[in-house]
């Protein structure tokens, strides 16, 4: 297990140095600078500017001082906002969103896989539609339409909960971001769910073990759920890298100090050295996760081992 | 559930689909969802003809105003003074043909690579593998952003493009039932009969991974839609005078206090569109997959 | 290399997870701050602390609560006396003496004479990269330093000894001493920042001289700052304390004012909700003026159909301000037949032609114009119109681009994102581009020096004039002020009459600001003193 997990890292650096340079210069290609605001600076200014960033620069000089400084830790500081490094913003809003993002996971698992199981059981019914319609509400309504009306209603027409705002992760502000953000998820895992368990109660492995008389109830905990649980747990890491760095609405609207306004902001303000810090962050979370995951794969399905 | 039992999988070829027809009619949802659509699509495109107003065209008597049946604004104006029907009946169009490019091209891309890399297989496909996974690793909002950024002109190019980012899914699925078809006797007759490797897979191989292949179909067209008005909310939709479902929605989130009508006019839409195709989805997936009875 | 690299990465990673748990466990229910801390929804991150580094006025009104300029805003945004106690300007325009006051800075060291040369020769510096210096070129060698020809310290600035300092100028100038109030040219700690520590500007590190010191600063989140106790008028200071909430979307900001959470909201109020605004929250609403031109500019350059005036003057000729500023915005913004705003401190008095001539007379003559130069059914005119996103902007693109339709002139719309849209236009990329000049110094001069030769709207324009940028620089040296004013108006009617832009409208500032609050006023450059301001405890809830 051990030698596995080191060996995947190790695959990983290749990867990692290819996505770095793609994103390196995919960055470059887009127009207009870090610099290029409402007010247009004079030209000795702007050339002041580019000079302090080394920006001035040939791009491939600029290529090799950014992995060099990288080999070192360094991700530089940023462009936009100039009093942090990159590592330091990320290390501040990494655990905000892990928070956040993790939660709405915790709530998404906790509601989408009962009803997708429900709806699964109850295949074609009214109940099946109705436990699927209403999951499929969260995903016909994009979140930038759900988040505001929540702030609204909740924080400022019932004033039950703050409208915003992270007061360092106090509970209250904690519920109507999480909520917003589980929406979307929810429905996605009660859909999956729903599917793989309809698959893995029609296998022959499942009719064996009814015809072995055991009650239905038996069959659905004892044999069906684990093996209907795998494609969900394939989704989830990608799907918790996904929710930790992409909540740029939730965070908007809420005043979330997390990193996901990152992965947005830091493409539109050209904010070079912010974009490749997240850039190569998501990368390393997408590795983690996917490790993580396989490992909890195995632990689920006896079948897959990693010895090699 | 249903009763027919103990089907083995099903054979290849016109049966298949006939019979999938068959279980798909069945499913009330499903052909709900079909009508629904097509009358949507319908309403999209011949639509705006029926209306009294133009895409462009500003009533200067009436800016920001409510459903009325007098002015000939049946569901309403924006803050510029233009008819709100009509402009969700155009942005219907936008919405659903980006759908489309970008889910066809990603179809194409993902079918194409996925059927390649899994027939071939070995270094190949290792190496084709790895670039899926470089892929993987990119944020796809990073990617999104700077194609828009780059083609900030034309709409269909960005949707192409991102049809090009959003193929990744699809070619994992398409290797994975290509190395599964890979063993099974048809196309090893195919091989030892001499049929050249380009015939089989575009003769034997993609046919038959069809069924996942359009229910993961069914699943990007609503993923697209929704990430279109995701990039409008960002302020990266279409192009003035143009419009789409997501440039609306977000121009109407932002007045929903004072005028709800311009949000939820196309918000009813969108969501509408995007409850048929999951349930048509959902459907086509029961009636493809064999193994589901 | 990158093995060890990402080891460290999962590392840290696995710290943070166990961070984010301990502060959910440890996660309080406290709610709100205490009565006498002013909550302030300050739109967008601020970028730095610096104050020569800033760039936006979300970040220069937190560094001007940090740091005293020899010259402050007063309450009404009119120039006083901070730091220094008085100057005096020698007979030729050209000497500044300033006499400063006994203060100390918040660790208690004396501000000194030394400390505001040491910032005017940081702000020269190259490697500050300050985005304003241009303002400060007046003062001897500061050109030469900023473009790296001299050394700071031959900046015509001198201690003549531990309270007075002693500015030189190369050319009288009449708008310096607005450049003095300017954040940038606040004195530095130069003990601290010569000290080699390093990140000068966190919290427990900065050290200020204003009337509030920093207490804490959470990226995304909030800047906390809390009263000075070493400022020179820390008496006089009501507030215990202000937190500057980074909150940038406009509804979020409105939300959280309506639930109390905020006392002041800045730009809360986008034009699509104004209305609601007035009838809901009116109590709150501070409408008031902003030193800012909203216009398009035009490229004026060669082979495009815009080098011909006559097309120029059609299209400023149909473009119909009031309904834009009355129907469309409806926030009481000024419709402009001039460049620069009229609510500037000594204001020009130029106007196109035909600001007092009815639309249909107008557009009579604008068609007429089209005709002579060429364009009509059979050959309409194209045009590109861009603008960066904002739903404000598209409002009136669409609205300007159907104003003009009737014409015959066929405009594409072409919406930029930020970046692109800017650099755009100092490519002189664009046909007809929307812009928002806003003061940074509350003189003409700031608008007219634009369109001067090196001016930022002459590269992207192509706007050549000698005779102009003679007028301009004239006005600069000019120190009597009906001369001068005469001298701008004269300066600003030529780029009127060759219709270089289409002006739209002077800018007004939308602000929440609670019932509550006393002592805030609404100013001409949006700068609001905090140390004038005061929470009534007794009716804030």
Same mark, same amino acid.
């Given at each position: 297990?051990l030698?596995?997990? #080191?060996?995947r ?6 990867t990692?140095l290819i ?7 995919l960055m470059r290609i887009?127009?207009?600078?870090p ?5 247009a600076? @004079? @030209?000795?200014?702007e050339a ?10 040939? #791009?491939?000089?600029?290529?090799f001082r ?8 360094d991700f530089? @500081?940023?462009?936009k ?10 290390l ?24 997708g ?7 074609n019914?009214?109940?099946?539609? !109705? ?10 309504? @994009?979140?930038?339409?759900v ?22 992760g !106090? ?7 999480v909520?917003a ?5 929810i ?13 893995v ?11 072995k008389? #055991? ?10 759920l684990?093996? !209907?649980?795998l ?19 939730i ?14 902001q ?9 974009v ?6 998501y ?21 897959i081992r990693?010895?090699? | 559930?249903?009763?027919?039992t103990?089907?083995p ?14 279980r ?9 969802s079909?009508?629904l659509?097509?009358?949507m699509t ?28 007098e002015g ?19 942005g219907g ?15 194409i ?21 790895? =670039?899926?996974d ?10 999104v ?10 709409i =269909? ?21 290509t ?10 007759a ?5 049929v ?5 897979v ?21 993923k ?7 990039l409008?909310f ?7 005078p ?7 929605i ?9 005028s ?9 839409f ?8 999951n =349930? ?10 064999p193994?589901?009875? | ?5 990402s ?8 710290r943070?997870?166990a ?9 309080s ?12 929804g300050n ?10 580094k800033v760039n936006?006025?979300w970040e220069?009104?937190?560094?001007r ?12 945004g ?7 106690e008085s ?11 300033f ?5 100390h800075?918040s ?6 004479a ?11 510096t ?34 003549l ?17 607005q ?13 601290l ?23 804490d600063?959470k990226?995304?989140?909030?800047v906390e ?11 006089e ?5 202000v937190?500057?909430?980074?909150i940038e979307?406009?509804?979020a ?7 109390g ?9 986008p ?17 008031g003026?902003l ?10 350059r ?33 419709p ?11 204001p ?5 032609d ?24 059979d ?17 009136i ?7 003009w339709?009737?014409?015959g002139v066929e ?21 007809i ?10 003189d ?8 001067a ?10 706007y ?9 620089e004239a006005s ?8 001068r ?21 002077d800018y007004v500032?939308?602000?929440?600001v ?14 609001h ?7 009534d405890?007794a009716?804030?809830?």
């Open positions: 297990m030698s596995y997990t #080191l060996k890292l190790a695959q990983a650096i290749p990692m996505v770095i340079t793609i994103a390196f210069f887009a127009p207009g600078g610099f290029d605001g409402e007010r600076l @004079p @030209p000795e200014i002041n500017l580019m000079a302090a960033y080394h920006l001035d620069e040939p #791009l491939w000089q600029q290529y950014y992995l060099g400084n990288l080999a070192q830790g530089g @500081p940023s462009f906002y100039k009093d942090f490094t990159v590592t330091e913003l990320i501040q809003g990494f655990p905000v969103s892990l928070q956040i993002g993790g939660l709405a996971m915790l709530l998404a698992l906790a509601i989408g896989l009962p009803l199981i429900i709806a699964a059981l109850k295949r019914t009214a109940v099946d539609y !109705a436990v699927m319609g209403t999951a499929l509400a969260g995903i016909a309504v @994009p979140n930038f339409v988040a505001p009306v929540l702030a609204l209603v909740f924080g400022v027409m019932l004033g039950w909960l703050p409208a915003g705002g992270w007061n360092d !106090a509970l209250p502000n904690l519920i109507l971001p909520i953000l589980s929406i979307q998820q429905a996605y895992i009660a859909r999956m769910m729903r599917a793989s368990m309809i698959e109660m029609g296998s022959h492995y499942i009719r064996t073990a009814r015809a008389g #055991l009650t239905e109830a038996e069959v659905v905990w004892r044999h069906a684990r093996p !209907a649980l494609p969900v747990t394939s989704y989830l890491g990608p799907a918790i890298a996904g929710i930790i760095t992409g909540s740029v609405v965070e908007q609207i809420f005043g979330i100090p997390g990193i996901g306004r990152y992965f947005v830091g493409a539109l303000n050209r904010d070079y050295t912010l490749m810090g997240t850039v190569v962050f990368g390393a979370l997408i590795v983690l996760m996917n490790l993580i995951v396989d490992l909890i794969y195995s632990a689920l399905d006896p079948q990693y010895d090699d | 559930m249903t009763t027919d103990l089907a999988s099903a054979p290849a070829g016109d049966s298949l689909g006939r019979d999938a027809w068959r798909l009619t069945q499913n009330r949802a499903a052909m709900v079909l009508w659509l097509g009358a319908l309403a999209c495109f011949i639509g705006p003809w029926l209306t009294p107003w133009g895409l462009a065209d500003v009533d200067w008597n009436a800016f920001d105003v409510g459903p009325t049946l000939g604004h049946w569901l309403g104006t924006d803050a510029n003074g233009r008819d709100l029907l009509t402009r969700t009946l155009y169009q936008v919405s659903l043909s980006v759908a489309l490019v970008a889910t066809f091209v990603s179809l891309i993902g079918v194409l690579y996925g059927a390649i890399s899994g027939y071939v297989g070995g270094r190949l496909d290792n190496l084709m593998m790895r =670039f899926v470089i892929m993987y690793s990119l944020p796809f909002m990073f990617l952003i700077l194609l828009m950024v780059v083609f900030g002109r034309n =269909f190019l960005i949707y192409a493009a991102i049809g090009a980012v959003e193929w990744l899914d699809m070619a994992r699925i398409v290797r994975g039932q190395l599964a078809l890979k063993q099974r006797e048809f196309v090893e195919a091989h030892a009969l001499g050249k490797d380009g015939k089989i575009t003769r034997h191989l993609i046919p038959n991974a069809i069924g996942p292949v359009i229910v993961y179909v069914t699943l990007t067209v609503p697209v839609i929704l990430l279109e008005s995701f409008s960002l302020g990266l939709g279409v192009q003035e143009l419009t789409s479902w997501g440039v609306l977000s121009e109407g989130a932002d007045m929903m206090q004072t709800p009508w311009m949000l939820l006019v196309p918000s009813v969108l969501a509408l569109t995007l409850f048929c195709l =349930f048509l989805g959902d459907g086509l997936r029961d009636a493809l997959d193994k589901t009875r | 290399m990158l093995h060890a690299d080891r460290a990465g999962s590392f840290s990673t696995l943070s997870v961070r984010a748990i301990f502060t959910l466990a440890s996660a229910l406290a709610l709100g701050a205490q009565a006498a801390t002013l909550q302030v739109g967008a991150e601020p970028s730095t602390l610096d104050p020569q936006g006025n220069s009104r937190i560094t609560e940090l740091f005293d300029r020899l010259i402050n805003y007063g309450p009404d009119s120039l006083e006396p901070g730091l220094a100057w005096t300007l020698s007979e030729d325009g050209l000497v500044y003496t006499t400063l006051r006994q203060a800075w660790d208690g060291e004396p501000i000194t030394d400390d505001a040369v040491f910032a005017l020769q940081r702000l020269v190259p490697a500050t990269a300050n985005h304003n210096a241009n303002l400060y070129y007046p003062i001897v060698n500061a050109r030469a330093i900023n473009t790296g020809k001299a050394e700071p310290e031959s900046l015509g600035v001198s201690a000894d531990t309270h007075t300092l002693e500015i030189r100028l190369s050319e009288p100038t009449a708008y310096f001493l450049a003095m109030a300017m954040t940038e040219a606040a004195p530095l700690p130069r003990h920042l010569t000290s080699g520590v390093e990140d000068w500007t966190r919290p427990g590190t900065l050290v200020a001289s204003g009337p509030f010191v920093l207490v600063w990226p995304q989140d909030k700052v809390s009263r000075n106790p070493h400022y020179y008028a820390a008496d200071v009501a507030l215990d304390g937190d500057f909430h980074a979307d406009t509804s900001l409105m939300n959280r004012f309506r639930s959470e905020l006392d002041i909201a800045y730009g809360a109020v034009s699509a909700r104004f209305e609601w605004a007035q009838e809901n929250l009116s109590e709150s609403l501070r409408v003026p030193i800012g031109s909203y216009f398009y500019m035009l490229n004026l060669d082979g495009t159909p815009l080098s011909d005036k006559r097309v120029r003057e059609a299209l400023n000729l149909a473009l119909d301000r009031e309904v834009i500023t009355e129907r469309l915005l409806g926030i009481g913004q000024t402009s037949y001039w460049f620069v705003p009229r609510t500037i401190a000594s020009t008095s130029a106007r196109l035909f600001h007092d001539q009815d639309m249909d007379s107008r557009r009579a003559r604008a068609r007429m114009l089209l005709e002579q130069a060429g364009y009509g059914p050959r309409p005119l194209e045009l590109e119109l861009s603008y960066n996103t904002l739903e404000d902007h598209k409002k693109a669409v609205a300007i681009a159907a104003m339709r009737p014409l405009i594409e719309l072409v919406n930029r994102e930020a970046a692109v849209h800017f650099a755009g236009l100092r490519q002189g990329d664009f046909e581009a929307r812009y928002g000049f806003v003061a940074t110094v509350n003409p001069y700031d608008f007219l020096n634009a369109y030769a090196g001016g930022s709207a002459a590269a992207s324009t192509g050549a004039d000698p005779e102009y940028d003679a007028l301009v600069t040296h000019e120190l009597d002020v009906d001369r004013a005469a001298l701008m108006t004269e300066a600003e009617k030529r780029l009127l009459d060759a219709d270089v832009m289409l002006p739209i409208y500032v939308v602000n929440l609670s019932p509550d609050v006393e002592g805030w006023q609404p100013t001409a450059l949006d700068v003193p905090l140390r004038y301001v005061s929470v405890e009716a804030a809830k």
